[in-house]
């Protein structure tokens, strides 16, 4: 990508690819999220699974082509299923993404999340809150890019504008609509959509500024029929699943 | 709150701080309830927290405004995380609200459920079967405020009438719609509203019935442009994002 | 049933006696699918319930009409869950229905399914890629029919078009819609109703068959206003809520 312009073009063709190659994408996630998450996986054209059970997890981290690990919902069972998983990527070069979901709510969910950062993420998609509980500074561009030097990871900073940045490269995303904030676990999701274009994008940087306004632009499409919360989180899946070039060009806000 | 007819208007009071403060609820509910009870916060203006894990949920409770202890799918994870955070709770004055789901389906449940009453709940949001199985006596008005006066907190016996009391005062709400009973965890994620209320109000009293009023005005007003079940579960979070003073006082019913 | 065009009738039949008897049916399913199963059987008129706690499900079982045992998600709660759900419904004499969710993705899985098998289920609803799995032939009638009487029970092999056999007795079903596919747990929540119908009718051939059939016109009907897979997940909900004799005949297709 030369200039931030090109973004929405290079996000309708990782779309494309994720439609067409129909990545599994593993996802560990709180239980809060994993219905939406799943469906948000599959109306854009990826393939769920969610299992944490020790003895199994191996086997589909193995055969998927991304992998998600969020942290909410933090229990014995997940940590295990977190340090298989991980471990199981690496072997196999399955691309991982961290979502420290409320990592500033609880100082054990923070220091088990910077432990996972010296394990090789992709990325890490976070909020301004997560973000000064893992980065200790302001969530503000240099600070990302400061921070995405130092854990050697693409760091999608999400927001009203969301940053995405891999230390050298920065570019920011102006999409999204207010009742994003207002569907319980959207961000969460959102990750899970980041973590399938890594499936098909080798360029993490390029996969996380992709995925983020793939979801941005499905939320103003959503936000155009929306009557309330809902609505909304029904309408976002109608538009991941219905969103074409087109839409993405004419509506993608990058710079 | 001198007669019935003004709850409405101290409902939309309630609901106005609500927004306005965005209270912290800290859920420990059913895994089927989760994901609506979040939304059900989100669209009622607070902010939903859900974990169970031992290491982290105190963290999450002393910074809460109210906790919701739901009994359903009640595993020994459970068991553990609500015997710490109802600890928390008591230490940090966050006011606690019992929903004693299924407790008429298990003895052992309902044993449980009664050995919690004794843990200084502000309030029980429960139905007529649940009501039956721990107060050993009919689900009827005079019984509710015996058994309220027992286990001093406010008891919300919901049905196709609302029955709210603390052993002193009574109030009865008679809104709601029938397609309520055809989603699942409606009456969970109500009790969770309740707490939202129990957190910006100290009358415990008119907390619960705030809450089961705003959640009554909701489905009528969401029972409105329902097809069924599915459109219904979408409406009422949408109504309860959009209810106004006005809808809530012209269409409150408080005897 | 003398011939297959009969069906759509008898599915009407047997769905009328879900409405109105109201089975109850306790679900071990996955974390991914409760909230959504739990939907679709209050939309079609039974009453469910979903804990795993060792100490409590066998009292849920042994007043429950049927039970599902879905092995997505498989930890081990989930196992113990099992054994004990199994136990008891074998005792107390409640139709149980296996859905062995992703068995094709790991071996573990598989074993543990067809383990399963030998605990006289009274039927199996799988996809093709799980019949390959667990049949280790191909996902064909004829197959479909072998395997149903190795196992003494019905079969439901389900795909765009569904099979459905007992080895003795074969009918295939054509409705559904492609959208079906893109709604996480949409399987295992037509499990569920399957399920529901085995309550009340206790011939578990026409119970399957009719199960599918109502959820495949269901679809069809979903799929006539959906602008996506997330306004489908919500009209499929409200069409099982709204189907009626009529539809069923004029719009199933069982050959």
Redesign the interface.
Known sequence: MRAPDELPAIAADILGRVREERPRVHCIT???????T??ML??AGAV??????A??IG??VE?ADALLVNL??????RRAAIDVAIAKAIEYGVPWLLDPT?AD?????AAYAVSLLTRAPAGVRLNAQEFSALAESEPEPAEAADFARDIAAVVGLTGATDIVTDGMRLVSIGNGHPLM?????MGCAGSALVAACMAVEDDAWLAMAAGLLVLGVGGEVAGET??????F??????????LDSDALRARGRAG
Chains 1, 2, 3 share one sequence.
């Not at 769920?48 to 059970?53: N, V, W, Y």
């Not at 909410?72 to 069972?77: E, F, N, V, W």
């Not at 929306?226 to 609505?231: F, Y």
Request: charged residues 20%.
């Open positions: 709180n239980t809060v999220a994993q219905n939406f799943a469906n599959l109306s769920p699974s969610m299992t944490l059970a003895e199994e086997a589909f055969e909410g919902t933090l229990d014995a069972p409320f709510r609880s100082e054990a969910r904030a207002k569907v319980t676990t929306a009557r309330g919360p809902g609505s989180a029904v309408a976002i899946l109608d538009a991941l699943y219905g």
